[in-house]
């Protein structure tokens, strides 16, 4: 018997979060408290396995508001601050793996990190005040961690190598994309028998790095997963307004700490 995979959301926003600093727009300046969105971030637990997919600024605040007891392994999906400015908290789930938290991303995405972390690897520094990782690259070949099978998803998204991640057991599958600016062909074909598909969708105006929903809409579409998502929506969107919009295309608009089980 598999072990039912849970997922949270612990982030939906777009790269400044909602509300925006100094934005006085109707989003913005909204009492439903859906339209407020921290970064974009995903935990998934599966039997005793805890992941999580970026460590945008808001992480420390995400990880005791959803109360993620510990940490296996972290995923990055790439280097854009709003991905991983939050990095240096994972210490106290670090400090539990004596050989170091394994981080996981494709390998230019990690050279970044390396620069942008500078102290996270030099010589010197106390175990106990900074992280203590180590980085582990992807190529596109599947990683096995407990009973999660993880696939690298390479997609576009301006100059720098993004990866999405299909994550899945023997009975359930589940794919999240939070930034990218289309879809190849050879990662649409790796997105079938879906569970869950997440997916970005900025805003309806045009980007020249991120879905927009309409376009969104389409892929979510073709995909045709089970449960269909959006997240790294920025204030443009209003909760219930986009909700209204994607009901007839059968999508969900989730919130921070939306949650979901397969089972
Ligand atoms: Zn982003
Ligand atoms: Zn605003
Ligand atoms: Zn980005």
Known sequence: MTSPLHYTLLGTGGSHGTPSIGCDCPVCTSPNPKNYR??????????????????PPDFREQVLTFGIPRLDALLLTHAHADHIMGFDDVRRFSH????????YSNPDTLQQMQKKFDYVLQPGYDRYATPNIQFIPLQTEPLQLGPLTITPLPVPHGPSPTFGYRIETPHHALAYIPDCQAIPP??????????????????????????????????????????????????????????????????????????????
Do not use: K
């Not at 921290?38 to 460590?55: E, G, P, V, W």
């Not at 539990?96 to 981080?103: Q, R």
């Open 38 to 55: 921290r970064r974009c971030s995903l935990h998934i637990h599966c039997a005793d396995t805890h992941l999580i997919i970026d460590t």
């Open 96 to 103: 539990a793996h004596p050989t170091g938290l394994p981080v």
């Open 186 to 263: 050879q990662t649409l074909n790796m997105l079938d028998n879906l569970d869950v598909m997440i997916l970005n969708a900025l805003r309806s105006q045009p980007h020249p790095t991120h879905l927009t929903t309409e376009q969104s809409i389409d892929y979510l579409h073709r995909i045709n997963a089970t449960t269909s998502l959006v997240t790294h929506l920025n204030h443009d969107n209003d909760h219930d307004t986009l909700q209204a919009q994607l009901q007839p295309h059968r999508i969900t608009v989730p919130w921070d700490g939306f949650t979901g089980t397969l089972t």
